[in-house]
């Protein structure tokens, strides 16, 4: 079964540092990682997505994201935070022949203080 | 470029009324998913359908059924409301293709009074 773990309920960051949101996975095989960002009420936006090649994928708004297969971890990142990056950001997965659905991790809620 | 489309937006229903959203995917997209999640959740999976047929299920309750139409709009119907099923339901669609990207749409609002 997969399945993802996001280890932080919140994140706080200050404006201008560098950010890291941390998501750890569970998939028989190897796996189809995703970033989702979900601002108040509002739909989830896709960031990123790992699928094969380049352990670091860069994505929208400057984000990007590295795959570690040996720490089964795909940490979202950004070199220096907005305070309009304050959300909420899923990790996904969803497993090598099992296209049809995702599996979230829990969420986390990040703050960029100014 | 088009997004999903979900609607209504907003709607309240009574405990024990039925209640339909309607989900306009992706042009061209052949599968559709949908999800609920509930207040300071992550979003559960319900049920999708690729190619108008359903493809895998989830944790859609027995009150719930969904289709997908000849023209791959989907509609999600709820029964018997209850007033935990008050959450923000989306739609999303992709392209059945191994790593494809999941597209949302921005959701549909339930409040059960």
């Known amino acids: 079964a997969q399945s993802v773990a996001q280890p932080e309920d919140q994140v706080n960051v200050a404006e201008g540092n560098p950010l890291t949101v941390k998501c750890t996975y569970s998939?028989?095989?190897?796996?189809?990682l995703f970033w989702y960002v979900q601002y108040p009420n509002r739909g989830l936006q896709f960031l990123l997505k790992?699928?094969?090649?380049?352990?670091l994928v860069k994505g929208s708004y400057g984000f990007e994201a590295e795959f570690n297969k040996s720490q089964t971890s795909f940490h979202l990142k950004k070199p220096s935070a907005l305070v309009s990056d304050s959300a909420l950001y899923f990790c996904?997965?969803?497993?090598?022949?099992?296209?049809?659905?995702?599996?979230f991790g829990s969420g986390t809620k990040l703050n960029v203080k100014p | 470029a088009a997004g999903v489309i979900q609607s209504p937006r907003h709607l309240i229903k009574e405990k024990r009324e039925t209640a339909t959203l309607k989900c306009y995917p992706i042009?061209?997209?052949?599968?559709v998913y949908w999800y609920q999640q509930g207040p300071g959740q992550d979003p559960q999976f319900l049920i999708s359908?690729?190619?108008?047929?359903?493809?895998d299920k989830g944790s859609i309750p027995d009150r719930f059924s969904a289709q997908q139409f000849s023209d791959y709009h989907s509609e999600l119907n709820m029964s018997s409301l209850e007033l935990g099923d008050s959450a923000l339901y989306f739609c999303a669609s992709s392209l059945q293709t191994p790593g494809n990207t999941i597209y949302f749409g921005e959701g549909s609002w339930l409040t059960v009074v």
């Open positions: 998939v028989s095989g190897n796996p189809y």
């Open positions: 042009p061209r997209h052949d599968t």
């Open positions: 359908f690729y190619e108008k047929m359903q493809s």
């Open positions: 996904a997965v969803m497993g090598p022949r099992d296209f049809n659905k995702f599996y």
């Open positions: 790992y699928i094969t090649g380049d352990n």
